[in-house]
C-alpha cells in the first residue's frame, strides 16, 4: 500500500526566510514521489519529482527535494521565501502492483508568506 | 487551446438531478482520472481509464459513473447528486502509467449540491 502524511496542515513564514514542507511517504515498492502546488482557485501544477535517480531533486520555482529513504521521507525546501509562493503543496505517491500509476495524495500543507 | 480543459467551470445542482462534468485533452494521451478534492482530504480517485472503453475504479467511486468512447474525452456523471458529492473535481491525463510520466490536471470544476 502506498500513502503519504504531511506533517504540517499550515506553515507561514516571512518573506526572504527558508521553506521547510514536510512529507513522510510509506510504500511497497521503490517510490516515485512528486510535489504539486495549486494556487488559489488554480489547477495543479508539478514542482517537481523524485523516481529513484538523483537523491535531491531540483524543482521549479528553486524548489528542491531531498529523498531519504532511511527516515521516509520526501521534505519540500526553497532557501528564501517569496510572496508568490503562498498556496496549497501537496506531497504524492505514485502507486505501484495493481495500482500501478495511481497518484496517492497527502492532505496538502497552506504556505503563508507574510511580507 | 492545447492542454486539458473542463466544463463546466462551477456548477449549483438540487439533491437528486443528474449532472455531468466534462474533460476534454489535446494531447491524446491513452489514461485519464478523475479525482475530488475535500478540505482535509487531498485529492481522491475517482475513476480512471486506461483508453477508450476501458475503466476502473479509484479510491472513491460509489454515486459516480464514468465513461470513455473517445480518446480525448472523459465525462464524470453523477446520476443523483447528493450534497456529499459537492466537491472540487480535477481531471487529469498522462501519456503512461510509469515513474516518469506526470499526470497533468485541468483547471477543476466546482460543483456544489443544494
Known amino acids: 500500500a502506498q500513502s503519504v502524511t504531511q506533517l504540517d496542515s499550515h506553515v507561514s513564514v516571512s518573506e526572504g526566510t527558508p521553506v521547510l514542507l514536510r512529507c513522510n511517504y510509506s510504500?511497497?515498492?521503490?517510490?516515485?514521489l512528486f510535489w504539486y502546488v495549486q494556487h488559489p482557485n488554480k489547477g495543479l501544477q508539478l514542482l517537481l519529482k523524485?523516481?529513484?535517480?538523483?537523491?535531491l531533486v531540483k524543482g521549479i520555482n528553486g524548489f528542491e527535494a531531498e529523498f531519504k529513504k532511511s527516515e521516509t521521507s520526501f521534505h519540500l525546501t526553497k532557501p528564501s521565501a517569496h510572496m508568490s509562493d503562498a498556496a496549497e503543496y501537496f506531497c504524492?505517491?505514485?502507486?505501484?502492483?495493481?495500482?500501478?500509476?495511481?497518484?496517492?495524495f497527502g492532505r496538502g500543507t497552506q504556505l503563508t508568506v507574510w511580507p | 487551446d492545447a492542454g486539458i480543459t473542463q466544463s463546466p467551470r462551477y456548477k449549483i445542482t438540487e439533491t437528486g438531478r443528474q449532472v455531468t462534468l466534462m474533460c476534454h485533452q489535446t494531447?491524446?494521451?491513452?489514461?485519464m482520472f478523475w479525482y475530488r478534492q475535500d478540505l482535509g482530504h487531498g485529492l481522491r480517485l475517482i475513476y480512471y481509464?486506461?483508453?477508450?472503453?476501458?475503466?476502473d475504479k479509484g479510491e472513491v467511486p460509489d454515486g459516480y459513473v464514468v465513461s470513455r468512447s473517445k480518446t480525448e474525452n472523459f465525462p464524470l456523471t453523477l446520476e443523483s447528486a447528493t450534497r456529499s458529492q459537492t466537491s472540487v473535481y480535477f481531471c487529469?491525463?498522462?501519456?503512461?502509467?510509469?515513474?516518469?510520466?506526470?499526470?497533468?490536471f485541468g483547471p477543476g470544476t466546482r460543483l456544489t449540491v443544494t
Open positions: 523524485y523516481t529513484s535517480a538523483a537523491t
Open positions: 487529469a491525463s498522462s501519456a503512461r502509467l510509469g515513474d516518469s510520466y506526470e499526470q497533468y
Open positions: 504524492v505517491v505514485k502507486g505501484g502492483g495493481s495500482t500501478l500509476g495511481r497518484l496517492y
Open positions: 494531447w491524446s494521451h491513452s489514461y
Open positions: 510504500s511497497s515498492y521503490s517510490p516515485s
Open positions: 481509464s486506461a483508453a477508450a472503453d476501458i475503466t
